[in-house]
């Protein structure tokens, strides 16, 4: 069943009196549970890409459908809630809220739903990501891995059936981007969840179902040998 459906998206930025044209007649199919990895050069266009899968940016044409909704179909009202509810994002930066507690941070997404059971809620996600002990810390306290662990667990708590990271290891060294990275995709797998995840690392792409380069504004998809015939290769 398909759970992301992206059609002929073109977006383009102007610059002065110049267009810079970054996504062109782009199309993506997601299937539910699938892992889908984007790579591509720095200035390529994947952060705009999942900014209009999310809904935090609106495409100048083309149709992005999450599950049944059109997203065109609704206002910008409708869209915060429906990502709210719908779509977990994981950022490189990890956009914590510096002044809330670990806690807080991941309760702000239950509270914003009107969630009754938000801090119940929040306490399961961080014992999940193993940081119940950091609960009370703030960003500022906690590494660069307990952040982005955080920002795992408040894009988890809503129970978003699908998810977006945008280069999640990318701020992290590669021994705790490695495992951070583990903990995201056990997470993800046992939830069943879709996950469309921009990377450099060329070994956490090879860990995803399907692998994607985004090049000249559209999506290429990797074709790999089956792993029968790769041991010849
Ligand atoms: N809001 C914006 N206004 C103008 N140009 C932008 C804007 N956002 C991104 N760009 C430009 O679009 C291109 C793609 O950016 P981005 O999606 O961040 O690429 P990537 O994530 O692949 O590095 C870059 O050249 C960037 O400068
Ligand atoms: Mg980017």
């Known amino acids: 069943m398909s759970i992301l459906s992206l059609k002929n998206i073109h977006k383009s930025y102007s610059q002065g009196s110049s267009t ?62 429906f ?4 779509i977990g994002i994981v950022f490189q930066q990890f956009h914590l809220v510096p002044h809330l507690t670990a806690l807080e941070n ?46 795992i667990a408040r894009a988890f708590t809503t129970e978003p059936e699908f998810l977006l990271a945008d280069e999640p290891s990318g701020s992290l060294d ?13 997470e993800v797998k046992r939830r069943g969840m879709t996950l469309v995840i921009v990377t450099h690392s060329e070994d956490l792409a090879l860990k995803c179902s399907r692998q994607f380069k985004l090049s000249q504004g559209k999506l290429i998809e990797s074709i790999r040998p089956p792993e029968s015939i790769k041991g010849n290769l």
């Open 20 to 81: 810079l044209s970054i996504l062109k007649d782009l199309e993506l199919e997601v299937n539910q549970g699938e892992i889908v990895a984007i790579t591509g050069q720095s200035g390529a266009g994947k952060s705009s890409l999942l900014a209009i899968m999310s809904g935090i940016d609106r495409p100048d044409s083309g149709q992005i459908i999450v599950g049944t909704t059109h997203l065109s179909s609704l206002n910008e009202n409708e869209l915060t809630q």
């Open 174 to 186: 590669t021994a705790t981007g490695s495992q951070v990275m583990d903990l995201l995709f056990n």
């Open 106 to 151: 991941v309760m702000l997404p239950l509270e914003i739903a009107g969630d009754k059971r938000a801090e119940e809620k929040a306490r399961q996600s961080l014992l999940n990501v193993g940081l119940e002990a950091r609960s009370n810390h703030f960003p500022s306290q906690l590494s660069g891995g307990e952040c982005q662990r955080v920002a």
């Open 83 to 86: 990502r709210g509810k719908n």
